[in-house]
T-cell receptor
């Protein structure tokens, strides 16, 4: 596709439920990032992939958060046993050379 | 610690009234400074990357400039469709994942007719 595609766009989860958020990066982009954006804040880094290798997961807030990119293209961010503080927009970004980084529209997660 | 501070938090302009948004940063070696535009309910839209002090880039009514401590986003004769939140982010050249962006909280710009 022309841009970074994320699904679902909106997700309401009950507290304790597991969720999976998908990211389709721009074709050919080696680098893939996940960010978390709370209301009124700038995006905060979660994790980084170069092809299928997860090179940095220092921003993941807890061991309930897990990300994968098994074939170096599509990525999934999984959140286990969701809690209310996980409510945020989850943004995926991709880049060919980290000089221009393109974001998707985000997945809006609400935990009730 | 790498930090980005944007000011003002919010700015209201009348159509045609030019102004500037400020982004102050501290980073252990700047690799790049990024500007994004974000509309409500949307992801950040890439505008510019600046790499060195003195560099300037333009796109339509927007011009971004960079010094060693801050960047400015100048908006000339804005229109209502320029209303959005403008995000600034820095990318360090050492000590962290290459490409990782550190964002400010943004400036919410409203342009009224």
């Amino acid at each position: 596709g022309a841009g970074v595609s994320q699904s679902p766009r909106y997700k309401v989860a009950k507290r304790g439920q597991d969720v999976a958020l998908r990211c389709d990066p721009i074709s050919g982009h080696v680098s893939l990032f996940w960010y978390q954006q709370a209301l009124g804040q700038g995006p905060e880094f979660l994790t980084y992939f170069q092809n299928e290798a997860q090179l940095d997961k220092s921003g993941l807030p807890s061991d309930r958060f897990f990300a994968e990119r098994p074939e170096g293209s599509v990525s999934t961010l999984k959140i286990q046993r969701t809690q209310q503080e996980d409510s945020a927009v989850y943004l995926c970004a991709s880049s060919l050379n980290v000089n221009t980084i393109y974001f998707g529209e985000g997945s809006w997660l609400t935990v009730v | 610690e790498d930090q980005v501070t944007q000011s003002p938090e919010a700015l209201r302009l009348q159509e045609g009234e030019s102004s500037s948004l400020n982004c102050s940063y501290t980073v252990s070696g700047l690799r790049g400074l990024f500007w994004y535009r974000q509309d409500p309910g949307k992801g950040p839209e890439f505008l510019f990357t600046l790499y060195s002090a003195g560099e300037e880039k333009e796109k339509e009514r927007l011009k971004a400039t960079l010094t060693k401590k801050e960047s400015f986003l100048h908006i000339t004769a804005p229109k209502p469709e320029d209303s959005a939140t403008y995000l600034c982010a820095v990318q360090a050249d050492r000590g962290s994942t290459l490409g990782r962006l550190y964002f400010g909280r943004g400036t919410q710009l409203t342009v009224w007719p």
